[in-house]
């Protein structure tokens, strides 16, 4: 049911291939964003990343990686307003694939009015207009993919603009995870038979229950990127959530309520948990696995970022195989789409 040729019958536009090119669209777009301009913090308080859905995600997955040691809060703004505490001197990069999603233009244009520097990543659309005719930074990701389908671009970019915010060397780490999804392409790709293939049993385990996504800082962003590759990949329900604090309400939902058999927990653990997580989280899957199965999901990468996007990226695949469990096209994303055009057309009314 899922050899490489019954997943090409359901994936005509490509994305098993869209999904397999993330090492090679990272490393592309890093050494590419090297040779273009810096964006140095220089007075700024802040980094505002503003995007939307597959555009915000990198972001999410590259604020939570340098969490640790960046020089000033990288915030990811997912809202048509920034923050009340933006201010003249923060820097704003405006994250859009398409360039026209509406949120991401309205708080940019609050930032321009604000008179923040602003930097935009985008493949065009209204933004790449407002960016060169503003004479603003611009950093172009190649068209023709899906937004999410442009996560290892927006990523590379990110983490080489982004080297000034933080203290410390990040490339190193970004060569080193590239060099393990390489790796870990070999046994997640749709040439690989189930039995090798961790993304394929798991979709199978999937196939028949709500997938419900766990993780604890910095994985937290990671287990988003599950949830949303499940909603538009895979077309079904998923969900996201937080440890620990999900342990102070949600878990009297999964030992209590007799419902949580047709929902399946994922937890995305990590070998480098603190002591204290990891005993929290230990006890915690002991308490769901009495009414439900539990899947935990561990990587082995040799850094932190090895671990965080091997993780993303056999989420990617699994969200590609339950597509083809569900005999459903990843690619398409009709509401998605529908939205997005009844939006265009009330602005034109308005
Ligand atoms: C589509 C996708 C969506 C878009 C979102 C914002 O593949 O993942 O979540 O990313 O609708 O659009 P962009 O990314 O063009 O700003």
Partial sequence: MLDARAVARVDPGGMRD??????????AAAIWAEGKARAPIAEAQRVFLIGMGGSAIAGDVFA???????????????????PSYARPEDLLVAVSYSGNTEETLGATAEGIKL?????AITSGGRLGDLARGGGWP?????AGL???????????????????????????????????????????????????NRAKALALRLKT????????????????????????????????????????????????DPRARSYRPIILRDADEPPELKRQLDITTSLMSKRTKVEEVHDDGPSLLSRM????????????????????????????????????????KS
């Fill in 115 to 119: 008179g923040c520097r602003v930097i």
């Fill in 64 to 82: 939570a990686w340098v969490a640790d040691r960046c020089k000033v809060p990288i915030q990811v703004v997912r809202d048509y307003r920034l």
């Fill in 209 to 256: 229950t709500v997938p419900i996504l766990y993780a604890a800082p910095p994985f937290t962003a990671v287990a988003r990127r599950w949830q949303t590759q499940l909603n538009e990949n895979a077309k079904v329900l998923a969900f996201s959530s937080t440890f620990p604090e999900a342990d102070h309400n949600e878990l009297v939902g999964w030992v209590e």
């Fill in 309 to 348: 996007l091997g993780t993303l990226y056999l989420g990617d695949y699994v969200s590609l195989y339950l597509a083809a469990l569900r005999g459903v096209d990843p690619l398409p994303l009709k509401p998605i789409e529908t939205l997005k055009a009844k939006l265009a057309a009330a602005r034109r």
């Fill in 18 to 27: 869209i999904i397999a090119s993330l090492p090679d669209q990272i490393s």
């Fill in 146 to 196: 899906p937004p999410r389908g442009a996560f290892g671009h927006l990523f590379g970019i990110l983490s080489t603009i982004g080297s000034g915010w933080t203290y410390g060397d990040l490339r190193g780490d970004v060569e080193q995870a590239v060099a393990h999804l390489n790796e870990l392409r070999t046994r997640l790709r749709p040439e690989s038979g189930v039995r090798l």
């Fill in 138 to 142: 611009v950093f172009e990701v190649p």
